[in-house]
């Protein structure tokens, strides 16, 4: 949720309707984005959701940083492997974007085993549909991880990743990049991740749903 100071140099930016993003509709609502980078448009007047839960920033590259992410396909494997971690290790997504080259994360510490072991599984799912056997490597063996403690680089965090295709000259817009959870926060659609935010903090209201990453079973 954006601070009152953040509202002292906004302009208005246009993002489609709900509708639209989701399946199809006409350009209506207004987001807004300060001087700063991108506030969030959520829904105000909800109680607290996991805002208080530890957050990571995770940054893992392809091998060399080469662009093995380079088309839909392997973007959108990359967002059902980090949805199946989510489930299976009971974490927290509070946004991402899977680039070409690279991926970031901002993520809770989870509630069944180690932030590595998920980061790990999510990493060889992806390789292992990806990558022939014995024919390469295709992540780098690490990955870059910083605590976010604060409300200011929990937003810091969320513009940098939203903004990152514009800035790199992939898109002209952040809804327009379609790897994200840029479009949540603007308008609350739903995709294949599902995103800790106030959005989904209202939708669990609604259900009388416990906020909890629960694993989903057929």
Known sequence: ????????????????????????????????????????????????????????????????????LDSSGRR??????????????????????????????????????LLATAIQAMKQSVARR?????????????????NVWSEHKRLEKLNYMHWNPVKRDLVSRPEDWLWSSFRHYATGCEGTVEIESEWTARRRERLGATPRAVIKRK
């Not at 906004?10 to 993003?21: A, E, G, I, K, W």
């Not at 927290?92 to 974007?97: A, R």
Request: hydrophobic share 35%.
């Open 1 to 68: 949720m954006a601070r009152a100071k953040d509202f002292a140099s906004l302009r208005l930016y246009r993002v489609p309707h709900p509708s639209r993003l989701c399946s199809g509709g006409v350009v209506r609502p207004l987001a807004v984005v300060s001087r700063r980078g991108y506030i969030p448009a959520v829904p105000w007047g909800l109680k607290r959701f996991q805002q208080s839960r530890h957050l990571h920033f995770v940054t893992f590259s392809c091998y060399r940083r080469r662009p093995l």
């Open 76 to 113: 959108e494997l990359v967002e059902r492997a980090l949805e199946n971690a989510r489930r299976s290790y009971r974490l927290f997504v509070t946004g991402y974007v899977v680039m070409p080259e690279h991926v970031h994360l901002l993520v809770s510490e989870p509630e069944r085993g």
């Open 130 to 146: 990806l990558v022939p056997r014995n024919s390469g490597h295709f992540w780098q063996p690490r990955y870059y991880d910083f």
